[in-house]
Nanobody
């Protein structure tokens, strides 16, 4: 079993920054391929970014150049640094890992508004 807990969401003005954290616990020894997804009201959940076991990063076109995914293997944490936030980034953000099954956190709300 793997547990994922997100934190760091909040209200921020357009152009501002937030750093989301995903804390990983359970029967897992390291940070394997981990993703961030988001879901806005009335929209489908969409993929945002991924980081592989080796540290390779990938991003959705909508966030590339503004968001940065990183991880701390020792602390078993994954981060999403979000800069240049826009109103259309408003969503509930979820951490996801596949380890023999899909594991999701409960989400953390990000609201971008003036």
């Amino acid at each position: 079993q793997v547990q994922l807990v997100e934190s760091g969401g909040g209200l921020v003005q357009p152009g501002g920054s937030l750093r989301l954290s995903c804390t990983i616990s359970g029967l897992i020894s390291s940070v394997y391929n981990t993703d961030w997804y988001r879901q806005a009201p009335t929209k489908e959940r969409e993929w945002v970014a991924s980081i592989s076991y080796s540290g390779s990063e990938s991003y959705a076109d909508s966030v590339r150049g503004r968001f940065t995914i990183s991880k701390d293997n020792a602390k078993k944490m994954v981060f999403l640094q979000m800069d240049g936030l826009r109103s259309d980034d408003t969503a509930n953000y979820y951490c996801h890992m596949y380890r023999g099954g899909d594991y999701w956190g409960q989400g953390t709300q990000v609201t971008v508004s003036s």
